[in-house]
């Protein structure tokens, strides 16, 4: 499993939550899209405002997607006992190469460092026991670290080859600002006013093939991202590359975006894994 040469963001709003009142349905609306983003490979997830709570969710969200991604051996370390986390229990285990099984034996690991001084660090990568780093580092810190010449040692996270699990980011700007800013790399934006994805899959295989970014925009579930755009005074043509839809036969009312996320992932994934890309794995 492989970091994607071609990078891929999803840009959904806080209000995707507002069609569910439970705290354990949320969580299991986030958890979903928790597993969609790492069983495509998803590096990064932005929360976007939308609604009149959109913090509160917005929080939420980042909270529930956050823990998720944190392997299991450290969560209870990073997140104190908290009202949010409830019902974390629902949101299924993503088990990517980052949350390694029991004591695996693994190049990379996640870390939590206990102690730092001058002689180095103390950390907990999920062993039986802690091990000790020459380096030191900032205590109660999540590090990345390797495996090399027989010590553990951290590296960058964006250093790691194989795919290491997505970061979840809250822009507090309107959607209208954030892409007047163009974001790296191809703009898709999701709508059933978009043209069929299978008219648009030569334009996305060609972004694959010359390694660009691509980011994915959703909308509301009462509002498409145009509708969106709209109230914000701007118009969809003119901040994204291109608008796709992605179930133009689609045989229900709505899909919700959480569906739609897994969908437009899976779409994407098979057309860059169609072009003869080297990504493809099955």
């Known amino acids: 499993m492989e970091r994607r040469s071609a990078p891929i963001t999803v840009f ?10 439970s705290l354990s349905e949320k ?7 928790a597993r969609a983003a790492s069983i495509f490979r998803v590096e990064k997830l932005v929360i976007y405002p939308d609604g009149s709570n959109w913090r509160r969710d917005a929080r939420l969200m980042h909270s529930l997607l956050s823990y998720a991604e944190t392997p299991q051996y450290l969560r209870r370390a990073i997140f104190p006992i908290s009202p949010q986390l409830r019902f974390a229990g629902l949101i299924p285990p993503l088990r990517t190469p980052h949350h390694p099984l029991g004591t695996s034996e693994v ?8 102690e730092s001084g001058a002689r180095g660090s103390l950390i907990d990568i999920g062993l039986k026991d802690p091990v000790r780093c020459r380096i030191p580092m ?11 010449g027989g ?32 974001p790296p790399g191809v703009l898709i934006a999701t709508s059933r006013l978009g043209r069929p994805v299978a008219q648009m899959a030569e334009r996305i295989s060609r972004a694959f ?11 509301s579930p009462r509002e498409g991202v145009r509708e969106i755009l709209g ?22 009312a709505t899909i919700r975006t959480e569906e739609a996320i ?21």
């Open 209 to 219: 093939h010359e390694r660009r970014s691509i980011a994915l925009i959703f909308g």
């Open 151 to 182: 010590a553990w040692v951290p590296v960058p996270r964006d250093s790691v080859p194989l795919y290491w699990g997505y970061t979840v980011h809250v822009d507090e700007r309107p959607l209208r600002d954030i892409l007047a800013e163009r």
């Open 12 to 21: 959904f709003p806080s209000s995707i939550l507002s069609d569910v009142p």
């Open 262 to 282: 897994m969908i437009a992932l899976a779409l994407i994934d098979f057309i860059g894994g169609s072009t003869g890309s080297h990504e493809r794995q099955w």
């Open 27 to 33: 969580t299991f609306k986030v958890g979903q899209i």
């Open 231 to 252: 109230r914000e005074g701007a118009k969809l043509d003119d901040l994204v590359d291109m608008t796709i839809n992605i179930a133009p036969g689609q045989g229900t």
């Open 107 to 114: 190049e990379y690991r996640e870390g939590f460092v206990l």
């Open 138 to 148: 900032p205590k109660n810190s999540r590090v990345t670290m390797r495996h090399e």
